[in-house]
């Protein structure tokens, strides 16, 4: 019936394991969660509903049971780069994406929608964003971005891809407009972007140049403090993982010279 991906399969034992891993095993600093309350709030947001009339609202009480504290300085916004994201963040070790909170963790790479009529979930089709704006999967990450910016306080960090077609900086879509919006000022001290580019990929956006420009200025007339840096050397060597002989991989010598020479063989 709708073009886009049914319901994951046992979506059901996915979440209810995965916020258990969470509470238990990744971050078990969050404290005690109700996995299963927290099932039935998520499915409640959407079950027996027109699946295109759900708001970032029906997931209140989801968003008000899952929700923890953000670290300090440890946030991680993004756009166009997950994968690299998700291994420079290390689920919530180095940063906390929003991937690494537990309402994120619950829904990452997930898909859900229900039937009008039936409490049961359609695991046949679900509509896409073309479809109608208003569908359950995009309704969930609404309401995440915007918890997930309102709880963000310190040195907030924004990691974008200069090498992603149409700009670094998307004008529209979730960073844009579900989380700059909800960042709360006062607890803010400073916006550092970082703008990576693939180590085969062309060189569209930088520091200063089009839709980061577009960002900055955004930022600073909002009242931030904000830096920006292009190929930030940290998310550059693992980028350099997969790409160790690349020109732009090579470690600059500025190791003492027995170092770079390596083990004294005698
Ligand atoms: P994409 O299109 O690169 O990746 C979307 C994939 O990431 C989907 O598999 C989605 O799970 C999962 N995902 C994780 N976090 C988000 C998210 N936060 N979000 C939508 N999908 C998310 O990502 P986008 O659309 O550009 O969104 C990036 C945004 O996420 C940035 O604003 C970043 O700061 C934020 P699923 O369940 O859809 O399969 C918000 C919207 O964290």
Wanted: negative net charge; glycine residues 6%; proline residues 5%.
């Amino acid at each position: 019936k709708w073009k886009g991906e049914g319901t994951t399969q046992n979506l059901e034992s996915i979440s209810i394991g995965r916020c258990y891993d969470y509470i238990r095993v990744v971050n078990p600093a969050v404290g005690e969660k109700n996995c299963s309350e927290l099932w039935e709030a998520f499915i409640n947001a959407f079950i027996n509903k027109d699946p295109c009339n759900i708001l970032p609202q029906d997931f209140e009480l989801f968003f008000k049971l899952s929700l923890h504290p953000i670290p300090a300085d440890k946030s991680l916004f993004w756009e166009n780069n997950q994968l690299l994201v998700n291994s420079f963040s290390d689920r919530a070790r180095r940063y906390m994406t929003l991937g690494d909170t537990l309402f994120g963790f619950f829904g990452d790479f997930l898909n859900w929608c229900g039937k009008e009529n039936s409490t049961g979930l359609d695991y046949e089709s679900c509509p896409t964003a073309a479809e109608c704006e208003n569908n359950a999967v995009d309704a969930f990450w609404r309401m995440a971005s915007m918890t997930y910016a309102q709880h963000s306080s310190g040195v907030v960090h924004v990691l974008l891809n200069g090498s992603a077609e149409g700009g670094a900086y998307p004008v529209r879509g979730f960073f844009a407009d579900y989380e700059i919006p909800y960042l709360q000022r006062d607890k803010i001290s400073q916006i550092v972007i970082w703008v990576v580019d693939d180590i085969e990929g062309p060189n569209i956006d930088s520091c200063g140049y089009n839709t980061v420009q577009i960002l900055e200025d955004r930022l600073k007339a909002l009242g931030y403090d904000v830096t920006c840096t292009d190929n930030y050397e940290p998310v550059m060597f693992l980028l350099c993982l997969d790409n160790p002989d690349h020109s732009k991989c090579t470690l600059s010598s500025s190791a003492p010279a027995a170092a770079q020479r390596g083990p004294i063989s005698s």
